[in-house]
């Protein structure tokens, strides 16, 4: 079975940054498309951004210019880098791998931006 891991998120105030991490058992996040998704409280889910395993990224227009989406060195690591946070950006955060509704998931990490 096969564990998705995301860790980073935390309390943070408005224009500040946090940087999530996403890691799995295995070789799943190097050779696949990896998604990250927020959810806010009575919200739907929603597409953050992508990257491929060619390390190709994707955004969202409400996070593009302010999100960064990466693979570490070994490429088994998915990082979300993300600057100039507002409250609006506050949600449960979760990686998705392979990129898809039938992958997996991790079990969320929360960011809450809030002076």
């Known amino acids: 079975q096969v564990q998705v891991v995301e860790s980073g998120g935390g309390l943070v105030h408005p224009g500040g940054s946090l940087r999530l991490s996403c890691a799995a058992s295995g070789s799943i996040v190097r050779m696949n498309t990896v998604g990250w998704y927020r959810q806010a409280p009575v919200k739907q889910r929603e597409l953050v951004g992508t990257i491929t395993s060619g390390d190709i990224p994707d955004y969202a227009d409400s996070v593009k210019g302010r999100f960064t989406i990466s693979r570490g060195n070994a490429k088994n690591t998915v990082y979300l880098e993300m600057n100039s946070l507002k409250p609006g950006d506050t949600a449960v955060y979760y990686c998705?791998?392979?990129?898809?509704?039938?992958?997996?998931w991790g079990q969320g990490t929360q960011v809450t931006v809030s002076s």
């Open positions: 998705n791998v392979p990129f898809d509704p039938f992958g997996y």
